[in-house]
């Protein structure tokens, strides 16, 4: 029970004791529990879309082993397969770990994986400019997954 100005005075009637007595907690928890819910959902809903992408545009670019879009580090050596580059910017993320050199480092790994998303697009004979369209701020996230799926089931 809520003890507080409204109710010691008198002045809160049921509503104000219910909202203070944990029913808009109770309803706000609700709410966010079920956002959470849905977020992971969308989380691994995007997660399985992107490998199966990945796996299929490794296939079709003929990189082996197309599997390794399924590991989460594995996945980012199969991009720098694709897009016959050297794999050891992956070196950059065990880099980035450390404090103030790794602000540097990440952003040094973020240049190195849109030159990656460059080349592969060139690989499946698609501009490679449409790299540089993930950087849009909200829409670079949904184009990233309409063009990974161009890139992924379009005609040759």
């Known amino acids: 029970m809520a003890t507080g100005f409204l109710t010691q005075s ?7 004791n219910d909202m203070l007595g944990g029913g808009m907690l109770a309803g706000a928890t609700e709410f966010l529990g079920a956002f959470m819910l849905v977020m992971v959902l969308a989380l691994i809903a995007a997660y399985i879309y992107s490998s199966l992408t990945l796996m299929r545009v490794a296939k079709r670019t003929k990189t082996e082993p197309a599997w390794l879009a399924w590991v989460p580090i594995g996945n980012l050596y199969l991009m720098s397969k694709m897009a016959k580059m050297h794999w050891w910017p992956l070196l950059l993320l065990i880099v980035g770990c450390i404090p103030y050199i790794g602000v540097i480092a990440s952003l040094v790994f973020a240049v190195y994986s849109m030159i990656w998303m460059w ?11 449409w ?3 993930t950087l849009i701020p909200f829409a670079g996230w949904i184009w990233g997954l309409v063009m990974w799926g161009i890139l992924a089931w379009s005609k040759d």
């Open 131 to 133: 790299a540089l369209l």
């Open 10 to 16: 008198g002045l809160g009637g049921p509503l104000v």
């Open 119 to 129: 080349k592969i697009c060139e690989a499946r004979e698609r501009p490679g400019w």
